[in-house]
C-alpha cells in the first residue's frame, strides 16, 4: 500500500515561513490535499490538488508537489496556526483507499 | 449549509459490537461519495472505509471483514456498523465527505468516541 511520510515536528517563529513536507513514490502523479487540525476539533481542508485553497483559507497557506515530494507552505506564521498538519492522496488502484500522512506538529515559538 | 453530525460512540468489550451514526443536512448522502476515517488518542488519521454514490464499498485491511458501511437514503444517514471490535478501534470516529474526483475531505463531522475495553 502507498505511504505518506512527513516530518514528525517543524518549529517556525512568529512572522516566518513554515515548510511542511510529505514524502511519496512518485506523489507528483497523485492529488495531494492538507489538512489543518486543532486539539479536539475535527480536521479542516486547507489545500486540495496540491495547490487550490478552500474558500475562507487564508492566501498564506500554499502547496506544491514535484517528483517525490509534496510540501504545505504557510507564510507569515501566525501564533493561531499551531496544529497538526496532515497530507492526504487517493491510492485509486485496486485498493481504493484513501491515504493520510503521518502528520506534522507545527509548534509557533 | 453542509452539516454532518456522528453519534452511537461509547464504550465496548473486546469482541462487541456498536453501530456508529452520521446524519447529515445540507446535501444528499446518496448522491454522495462518503467517508469513514478514525483517529485513536494521541494519533494520525487513518482512513477507515467509503461508499460511492452508485454504492460500492470498500475498507481499509485493518476492518475488512468485521466493519460495514452503508446508508439510509430516507434518513439522509451514514452508518458504520463495527463487528468483533478490537481494543485497537478504540478511536474518534469522523465521517467525511471526499470528493469523487480527487478525494479531497472538504466537509467532516465533529467526530464521535469509541473506547473498546474490558
Known amino acids: 500500500s502507498y505511504v505518506l511520510t512527513q516530518p514528525p515536528s517543524v518549529s517556525v517563529a512568529p512572522g516566518q515561513t513554515a515548510r511542511i513536507t510529505c514524502g511519496g513514490n512518485?506523489?507528483?502523479?497523485?492529488?495531494v490535499h492538507w489538512y489543518q487540525q486543532k486539539p479536539g476539533q475535527a480536521p479542516v481542508l486547507v489545500v486540495y490538488?496540491?495547490?487550490d485553497r478552500p474558500s475562507g483559507i487564508p492566501e498564506r497557506f500554499s502547496g506544491s508537489n514535484s517528483e517525490n515530494t509534496a510540501t504545505l507552505t504557510i507564510s507569515r506564521v501566525e501564533a493561531g496556526d499551531e496544529a497538526d498538519y496532515y497530507c492526504q492522496v487517493w491510492d485509486s488502484g485496486s485498493d481504493h483507499s484513501y491515504v493520510f500522512g503521518t502528520g506534522t506538529k507545527v509548534t509557533v515559538l | 449549509e453542509v452539516q454532518l453530525v456522528e453519534s452511537g460512540g461509547g464504550l465496548v468489550q473486546p469482541g462487541g459490537s456498536l453501530r456508529l451514526s452520521c446524519a447529515a443536512s445540507g446535501f444528499t448522502v446518496s448522491s454522495n461519495y462518503m467517508s469513514w476515517v478514525r483517529q485513536a488518542p494521541g494519533k494520525g488519521l487513518e482512513w477507515v472505509s467509503l461508499i460511492y454514490s452508485g454504492g460500492i464499498t470498500y475498507y481499509a485491511d485493518s476492518v475488512k471483514g468485521r466493519f460495514t458501511i452503508s446508508r439510509d437514503n430516507p434518513k439522509n444517514t451514514l452508518y458504520l456498523q463495527m463487528n468483533s471490535l478490537r481494543a485497537e478501534d478504540t478511536a474518534v470516529y469522523y465521517c467525511?465527505?471526499?470528493?469523487?474526483?480527487?478525494?479531497?475531505?472538504?466537509?467532516w463531522g465533529q467526530g464521535t468516541l469509541v473506547t473498546v475495553s474490558s
Open positions: 490538488d496540491d495547490t
Open positions: 467525511a465527505t471526499p470528493s469523487p474526483l480527487s478525494g479531497a475531505h472538504d466537509y
Open positions: 512518485n506523489i507528483e502523479s497523485k492529488s
